[in-house]
């Protein structure tokens, strides 16, 4: 972490003038790591410590994010539900969005033990509150979207991508899947936005930039896919998700991996082909990390009976 200059400093004071607890106070602020779509600071005033995301909305003109309204209040929801950090306020200039600190450490998912156990009970909250988000995610449209932004900024898309496409078609058509049905999903879990509390040693979700209602069996074959899980350690996730091993549903999660990874490739194509001099971030190596799970789940040898158990009847057709 490093200190920030003055003038930021005045950005984050207008921020947090509009709460009770927080307005008036002088502050000392300094960056986090990560933050690849947004500023983020931890904030202190002497006694407190709170969290500051100051927005960019570059990301949301390319195609990356959702519009800012949405990620706010979606922000708001999973604070309400008890699976996201408690929020403080919500500014609209500069906009930006204040936090409680939640005190704990990043937890590995693919090399803890209990990571599973853990991030279950996290998961049932959210998918089971029975609450909504403001934007629906089809994966398979989401993905569509993103190499079509790629496309229009003149980004080459990886050999092959025509070909992935029109299995993605055909896995749309076996998954079937129906928004009636959708939940309220994260859809970005991987160790660094999982906060793992000092005092419960619970599991804590934090930013929610790509949030949105979709398919239970898509945020956990995200989840397996977006950190690494090799084959036994994502049936355990989808074996304790589902509470049993249900064929199907485990099927139609293995999938999924693919339909993230697919989607994630898009992602970083799109990110990579609109990255900033400044940006640090590796996008090009989350997208290798990215294609090359993506081959490794359509190649498995197991992959074409995973179509066939999770086909609904009128996919076989």
Known sequence: MTIVPDTEITSIEA????????????????????????????????????????????????????????????????ADIGVGAPVITVSAEPLALALDFVAGGHPKLNADEDSIARLVPALHRLHHSGRRFLNDINPFDQ??????????????LPPGATAIQALMDRLETVLALDPAQFVPCHLDIWDANIIKQTSSMTYNIIDWDLAGNSDPCYEVGFVAAQNGFGQEKAHALFQAYFGNDDPVKIA??????????????????????????????????????????????????????????????????
């Open 15 to 78: 921020v947090l003038s509009s709460s009770p607890e927080w307005g008036g106070c002088h502050v000392t602020a300094r960056s986090l790591s990560g933050g690849q779509a947004h500023k983020n600071y931890l904030v202190e005033d002497g006694q407190r410590r709170c969290v500051v995301k100051l927005w960019n909305n570059y990301w949301e003109t390319v195609g990356v994010l959702p519009a800012a309204h949405v990620v706010l209040e979606n922000t708001r929801i999973a």
């Open 143 to 156: 993905a569509k979207q993103r190499m079509a932004a790629a496309k229009k900024h003149g980004i080459e």
């Open 252 to 317: 139609r999660a293995r999938l999924f991996m693919a339909v993230a990874h697919w989607s994630n490739s898009g992602l970083w194509i799109t990110a990579l082909g609109n990255a900033r001099p400044n940006d640090d971030a590796d996008y090009a190596g989350e997208l290798r990390a990215s294609w090359e799970g993506l081959i490794t789940e359509i190649t498995s040898p197991d992959f074409p009976e995973l179509i066939k158990t999770a086909a609904t009847p009128a996919a076989l057709v």
